[in-house]
DNA sequence: TCCTGCGCTTGCAATCCTGCAAGCGCCCTT
DNA sequence: AAGGGCGCTTGCAGGATTGCAAGCGCAGGA
């Protein structure tokens, strides 16, 4: 097999299940993935994946077999490249990072400035992506986590509590009732129904009822402005909410709703160059609004009521 | 690392030691291959090879790393590339062999016109190469070799034993001694000094001075024309020698001499459609010459003295 | 039943990669 | 010391591959 870039391909293929998804993934046209798929599979004289009506692209037992094969490879190739890169002196180059929408609205910016301006040889590639990227196959260099990283390659720091907290507008907010009253007859911003794996939407669907949720939206920064044009509370990290003037915490930041915030890269790339100029310009900067991140520095005028917020945690 | 066919490179070049030794084994221009790896070294940040003098790369500490996972890579790529090989039923492509020159020389190409006649959407590429190819890493399909394969994968087939002895020319052979008295004071013709693992070359160390070689060769084609020619004796193959009727035996086949002809395959590719044609055909035309192959089907007249090859034997 | 959106397929042009060719440098042999 | 051979390096042209764009077909929703 002379051309293993071929089997990237058909990985992909088997992964996304799609030609379309696949060729998205390894950043080329539809076409050229539609063509290199064609071409591979008549050079070796068998089908990889079946087509199947909706544009499915299911594997067939050789096609699962090259993909196994393909898996490997990539794991042999990601370690080497770690492995290669992990020694790269140069302050100079690429550097891909993920993070939230929202750490990056707020806080990542004047951090990645202040890197930028230490290190202006390196480019920094923030992805803002809804699926958690891999370290291992290097999808991202490092990312901005909030929870502590549980694969024994990833390499983390903790860099600060998180706290969160309901707000609503001023004029919302200006009800005279109690936090927790407050919140049992406001309209509510919201998650998309069902939502799993983050634990604010999760929150939400214990203490609001669905019928208080009159607008969903994925994206925390939207719910910060929905929030702000009086639309309804919202569940906003602290970072997020305590900055806005036309915004008032209905509560103390919510125990339940804490998140850690680490920093995260893989472990053969903790001395790669830029990514320890990273680790410790942006995570020093991140370090710095400790105050901001845990709630700490909002004065108390901007808590309607003062509701303790230790009264909310349950269990 | 997303190109992973650069690490083809890497490794060809490890393991040829140069960079234009690497692009033969690629079938690329040294042109190609020297931008390739300097692209490669750039886009990685690291030199993976040392220029040395006259042209040798030595492997750097990452170059090995590389060449490491290279191999491995190759491997999988190899094994998958075989398996999916192994269940083609086509009975077009292309299949290469490997054999030695004096099999080709006299009895493979009528074998190998039979095959296509029978089969001519296969196209046969015929390796006659001084190195001994690898079946695992598909240097060649098909070998056939002159002892029993060894490594566990391979699956071959025994065709016939091959005999062997010691020709001269007529005019050379007819000095009335026998066949070991000439020997002993004719001229012979010979291998490089100090060649090792050439059985017949080995057995001519033993059995003749070094001052009676009179011309040297590895071409065993070769050392036949040149018997012919009269230059002086040479142990050849029967199958190279019983056919010419310039020449005569000094010797009935030595048994010391004698090998095996095995056809062999990787045990992934037995049941490729035309890896097992070709066993099929090529290996009964080849057992239909036994007769040839074992010195069996030449008259006694054409030994001069009729001296018996067991009394060539020693130990 | 019709329309829209998504995926497939292909022609064409642009871009990139490769081979060819030539020149340079170094080392070895005469 | 000179010449030849081998490996390195690079410019240029040609071919191969890719992206763009457009058309087709199918499925799902209105």
Redesign the interface.
């Known amino acids: 097999?002379?051309?293993?870039?071929d089997?990237?391909l058909v990985l992909a293929v088997a992964r996304a299940g799609s030609l379309t998804g696949a060729a998205e993934v390894l950043r080329v046209n539809h076409s050229t993935a539609f063509r290199r798929l064609g071409s591979l599979e008549q050079r070796?004289?068998?089908r990889l994946f079946e087509r199947l009506p909706g544009g499915t692209y299911l594997a067939t037992a050789?096609g699962e077999?090259?993909a196994a094969?393909a898996e490997?490879?990539e794991t042999?190739?990601?370690?080497?490249?770690r492995?290669?890169?992990g020694?790269?002196v140069?302050l100079t180059?690429r550097l891909r990072v993920t993070s939230s929408e929202t750490l990056a609205f707020r806080l990542l910016t004047p951090a990645i400035r202040r890197f930028r301006d230490a290190h202006p040889g390196i480019t920094v590639e923030l992805v803002i992506d809804n699926r958690v990227l891999s370290l291992s196959r290097r999808e991202a260099d490092i990312a901005l986590r909030v929870m502590r990283p549980t694969e024994g390659e990833l390499h983390g720091r903790k860099l600060a509590d998180i706290a969160w907290t309901v707000y609503a507008s001023r004029e919302l907010g200006a009800s005279g009732e109690d936090g927790l009253g407050a919140l049992s007859h406001l309209p509510v911003i919201g998650w998309e129904d069902g939502v799993r794996g983050i634990n604010a939407a999760e929150w939400l669907d214990r203490h609001v009822s669905d019928t208080q949720i009159v607008y969903r939206t994925s994206s925390v920064v939207n719910q910060l402005v929905a929030a702000k044009a009086g639309l309804g509370a919202a569940v906003l990290p602290c970072y997020l909410g305590d900055p806005e003037a036309d915004l008032v915490r209905l509560f103390d930041p919510v125990r339940e709703l804490a998140r850690e915030l680490w920093i995260v890269t893989h472990a053969d790339l903790r001395r790669t160059a830029r990514v320890r100029a990273f680790l410790d310009i942006v995570g020093e900067a991140l370090i710095a609004e400790r105050a901001l991140l845990t709630g700490m520095d909002r004065p108390a005028e901007q808590t309607t009521g003062g509701y303790k917020a230790d009264a909310m945690t349950s269990g």
């Open positions: 097999m002379d051309d293993w870039n089997l990237r070796l004289g068998v050789a077999r090259a094969a490997r490879i042999e190739a990601a370690a080497l490249g492995d290669i890169a020694q790269d140069r180059g």
